[in-house]
Nanobody, 115 residues
Framework: VQLVESGGDSVQAGGSLRLSCAIS????????MRWYREAPGKQRELVAR????????RYADSVKGRFTISRDNSARSLYLQMNNLKPEDTAAYYC?????????WGLGTQVIVSS
């Protein structure tokens, strides 16, 4: 399984971005998927998660009401719509997919939010 993120950019506070994660390889083995982020000097934190069917989603309190996670299994893609971005959202964003016996990570995409 390979995961490749895209969509990161530099935006002003209040702006929006849509991150994508392209999934290839044994995609049928992937169940839940997640977006994490890691800011400089901070631990990697879970931003949002979604189940295999795309119906059950959960969010970190810091992004609730602003971010939306979704997936299109037919397109082999995971998404993160980010609205009303804040400077504290600045981080490298990583997608993660979990199978029965492994977690798979992408290399990340950078989001920079200026005030």
């Amino acid at each position: 399984v390979q995961l490749v993120e895209s969509g990161g950019d530099s935006v002003q506070a209040g702006g929006s971005l849509r991150l994508s994660c392209a999934i290839s390889g044994d995609t049928d083995s992937i169940n839940g998927m997640r977006w994490y982020r890691e800011a400089p000097g901070k631990q990697r934190e879970l931003v949002a998660r979604i189940d295999k069917g795309g119906r059950d989603t959960r969010y970190a309190d810091s992004v609730k009401g602003r971010f939306t996670i979704s997936r299109d299994n037919s397109a082999r893609s995971l998404y993160l719509q980010m609205n009303n971005l804040k400077p504290e959202d600045t981080a490298a964003y990583y997608c993660m997919g979990e199978s029965e016996d492994a977690w798979y990570w992408g290399l990340g995409t950078q989001v920079i939010v200026s005030s």
